[in-house]
């Protein structure tokens, strides 16, 4: 007897599949899940969009194409290629869709229309996880990382050379539309404003519509030199309503490597009056006749203490970062004409590369609050704007509950910060790395400014030591999980990324509800 097999052609004998296509997936598939999720969704802002006449050829309905982009996003389907593909070969994209095709052009240009709507879902997933007692806005925290944007460094340009590609750009774009001119046949002139085109002859007929096929090469190479026309057009309108954001973050960086400057100073005085005053009280000693403490061989200079030379290589390697931060400033009005939202900044394997610096707010469980990109690699001016836009999230779900502590690493720590109010009952940002919030004893502090004394005396209340203790295990592993989930790159580019990024949310927020509601008892 031969061996047994499960025949590959057993798929081509219709008879066998489900009569109902739903019969295909288990009950508890995320199709299912999210299919009923987005169901509880109000997307009359997504209808709106649409023609209510009936008029025209029917678009896909707002319910399937968010339903199938976000199950696409769960399953780390994110270009518009990709969801295409899904409808074709994943069971669960076909059940959403109902075996219907939507190509890229048209998910895209979904996504397009609806930016704004999509940004509005995050609040409405707020609103569903408060009912499941997921939104607790007793402690929250939060943090930013950098992503990868679509995007590279070498398309990083200043004022004056954005402006010589746009008129260089315009030059070529003038030479290739006069070509495409003198390629037409003289019978395929475009008509004048008061030609006659109604005519039934086949003259007529040919001078409305020329020859104008995509597959010419001067044709595809007019809208080649126009697109990128436009992108520098545009990269140089928010040149000019957003300047000097390098700058700033620069600013920042060196005030920030001054500051560690003087405290490695005041580390290196207080260091060596210590070893001054142990050298002292060992002469005092010797003087008296006593042993002195270490035995009688005699200790090392001050100046050559093992504590003393620690402390002045930490003053050496502060001033040596602080003197390369001053002596290489960026310059004024760099913009990516890829991405003009995107920037040069640090990696965290070293080095530097275009990025995203991704802010986000989180409560218990990773459930997030707020999410936006922000322009600088520095934290510190993106903690006001995403506390707000919490806030407003939280009150457009009808959430009324105050936010208590709002809990922040170093990265956060100003001026402004620490003075401004902030929408929070309270708010913990550890002034240095010196600020231990594990140390059963209150922390040492180096010196600071006396406009973050205020906030460095919240740590010596053990309840906010113990409180700030929470920060990391409510926004560290969020990142891992949208890493996870999502990868380290930012595909859209522009203000796409900003829809990207609550598309992001929503889809972790719901997948949070949905396991929560699936839980076993």
Request: some cysteine.
């Amino acid at each position: 007897m031969g061996r047994a097999w499960i025949a590959a052609n057993a798929a081509a004998q219709p008879a066998l599949l489900p009569a109902d296509a739903r019969d295909l997936l288990p009950v508890d598939h995320l199709a299912f899940q999210m299919m009923a999720l987005v169901d509880e969704l109000d997307l009359s802002r997504f209808e709106a969009a649409y023609r209510s006449d009936g008029r025209g050829r029917p678009p896909f309905a707002p319910r399937v194409m968010l339903t199938l982009i976000l199950y696409c996003r769960a399953k780390k389907l994110m270009s518009g290629r990709q969801v295409a593909a899904a409808c074709f070969d994943d069971v669960g994209a076909r059940l959403i869709t109902g075996n219907r095709y939507p190509d890229r052009s048209t998910i895209d240009r979904f996504l397009d229309i609806h930016a704004t709507a999509i940004i509005g879902l995050l609040p409405q997933t707020l609103r569903l996880g408060h009912a499941e007692d997921l939104v607790d806005v007793s402690v929250v925290a939060g943090d930013g990382t950098k992503l990868a944007a679509n995007a590279s460094m070498g398309a990083t340009v200043d004022e004056t050379d954005l402006r010589s590609q746009i008129t260089d750009l315009q030059q070529q774009l003038a030479t290739a539309q006069q070509q495409w001119i003198e390629h037409l046949t003289p019978k395929a002139q475009v008509p004048t404003l008061f030609e006659n085109t109604d005519t039934d002859t086949d003259t007529g007929r040919r001078a409305a519509t020329p020859d104008t096929t995509t597959s010419d090469p001067r044709w595809r190479r007019i809208k080649t030199l126009t697109k990128m026309l436009h992108d520098r057009q545009a990269a140089l309108t928010r040149l000019q309503t957003h300047p000097a954001s390098q700058f700033t973050a620069w600013q920042d960086r060196l005030k920030r490597d001054q500051q560690r400057v003087e405290q490695a100073n005041d580390r290196l005085q207080h260091t060596l009056a210590k070893v001054h005053a142990i050298h002292e009280r060992r002469s005092h000693t010797t003087a008296a006749g006593g042993k002195p403490r270490g035995g009688w061989d005699p200790p090392p200079s001050p100046d050559d203490d093992s504590r003393v030379r620690r402390a002045r290589a930490a003053l050496a390697k502060a001033t040596a970062r602080a003197q390369a931060t001053t002596d290489h400033p960026p310059s004024l009005g760099r913009i990516n004409t890829t991405d003009p939202t995107s920037a040069i900044m640090p990696s965290k394997q070293g080095g530097y590369d275009q990025h995203h610096n991704i802010q986000a707010l989180a409560s218990k469980g990773q459930f997030i609050l707020a999410i936006n990109a922000h322009p600088n690699a520095t934290d510190t001016q993106a903690l006001t704007g995403l506390l707000k836009q919490a806030r407003a999230n939280l009150d457009t779900a009808a959430i009324t509950d105050p936010i208590g502590a709002a809990l922040f690493d170093t990265g956060y720590a100003s001026t402004d910060n620490f003075t401004t109010p902030q929408p929070a009952n309270l708010l913990l940002i550890a002034v240095n790395k010196h600020t231990n919030p594990t140390s059963q004893q209150p922390p040492t502090q180096p010196t600071i400014p006396d406009s973050w004394q205020p906030m460095a005396n919240h740590f010596n209340n053990p309840e906010n030591r113990e409180l700030y203790k929470r920060r990391a295990a409510i926004i560290e592993p969020l990142f891992a999980q949208l890493f996870t989930r999502f990868g380290r790159h930012i595909h859209a580019r522009g203000d796409n990324v900003t829809t990207e990024l609550h598309l992001w949310a929503t889809t972790h927020n719901l997948l949070k509800i949905s396991r929560h509601r699936h839980k076993p008892n």
